[in-house]
């Protein structure tokens, strides 16, 4: 960890990697992992429940009696601004109308012509082309 001054007064924002019933770790920004409890946490107010992997929380570091880092005096953030953090990198979807294509094939079948009782005729297959008329032939 860089020199940072006063070590009580030093906040950081690290992500949760996994979380578990009472604790998570943390992957801070320099890609080390920091240990949390839950009685660390100074403002819970029910927020634990909306931690998953991903979810940012500011907090401290401190070293414990064994000489390992842990995260202290942590603060989460409220539904509303995990629910920001997870929707800002998310572009606005333009939806385009779906048209009509400009040109279609449209089969016709005509009904066999002549008297019904054995007529021999073929039902005859006919195939036309719709389409808009050239902007450049309209004068």
């Known amino acids: 960890m860089s020199d940072v001054g006063n070590l009580q007064d030093y906040r950081e924002v690290s992500e949760v990697r996994s979380k578990h019933f009472n604790h998570v770790f943390l992957t801070r920004s ?5 240990f949390l409890h839950r009685n660390d946490v100074v403002n819970d ?3 634990w429940d909306f931690l998953i992997v991903g979810s940012p929380v500011w907090h401290g570091v401190v070293c414990d009696d064994n000489g390992k880092w842990r995260a202290c005096n942590a603060e ?11 929707h800002e990198s998310e ?6 109308p779906v048209s009509e294509p400009e040109r ?8 066999p012509s002549g ?10 297959s006919v195939v036309r082309r719709v389409s808009p008329v050239p902007l450049a032939l309209i004068t």
Do not use: T, W
Not at 30 to 34: A, K, L, M, S
Not at 76 to 86: G, I, P, R, T, V
Not at 91 to 96: D, H, K, M, T
Not at 115 to 124: C, I, Q, T, W, Y
């Open 30 to 34: 320099c890609g080390d992992q920091i």
């Open 45 to 47: 107010q029910n927020r």
């Open 76 to 86: 989460l953030y409220s539904y509303e601004e995990l629910y920001e953090f997870q």
């Open 91 to 96: 572009p606005e979807v333009a939806v385009e």
């Open 104 to 111: 279609s094939l449209v089969k016709v079948i005509e009904l």
């Open 115 to 124: 008297d019904h009782a054995g007529s021999m005729s073929l039902v005859g």
